[in-house]
Nanobody, 125 residues
Framework: QVQLVESGGGLVQAGGSLRLSCAAS????????MGWFRQAPGKEREFVAA????????YYADSVKGRFTISRDNAKNTVHLQMNSLKPEDTSVYYC??????????????????WGQGTQVTVSS
């Protein structure tokens, strides 16, 4: 079992930055990959970024590449998503997720078996 709690969402102007955090508990944090997804009203939940168990391997959606950075601190059981140069189209509920069956990152939503409750990010123009 893995429990995930996100924090750090909020309201920011376009061009600004936010840092999301996800605290994990349960299984040994360094034994699985992590990811971030987002879902806007009326849209499907979409992949944002993912990171391997060690942090050495990362994937990003094309829409956020060069603006967002995913990282993890295995000593503190946390994963972060640093979001820079935010745009109004980044407005969504952001979810962290654990792929407890793999050490390596995946872009596929179906590979993730534990999810946080989500945190709202709103970017004003």
């Amino acid at each position: 079992q893995v429990q995930l709690v996100e924090s750090g969402g909020g309201l920011v102007q376009a061009g600004g930055s936010l840092r999301l955090s996800c605290a994990a508990s349960g299984r040994t944090f360094s034994s699985y990959a992590m990811g971030w997804f987002r879902q806007a009203p009326g849209k499907e939940r979409e992949f944002v970024a993912a990171i391997s168990w060690s942090g050495a391997s990362t994937y990003y959606a094309d829409s956020v590449k060069g603006r967002f950075t995913i990282s993890r601190d295995n000593a503190k059981n946390t994963v972060h998503l640093q979001m820079n140069s935010l745009k109004p189209e980044d407005t969504s509920v952001y979810y962290c997720a654990a792929d407890s069956q793999s050490l390596y990152p995946s872009r596929r939503r179906r590979d993730y078996d534990y999810w946080g409750q989500g945190t709202q990010v709103t970017v004003s123009s």
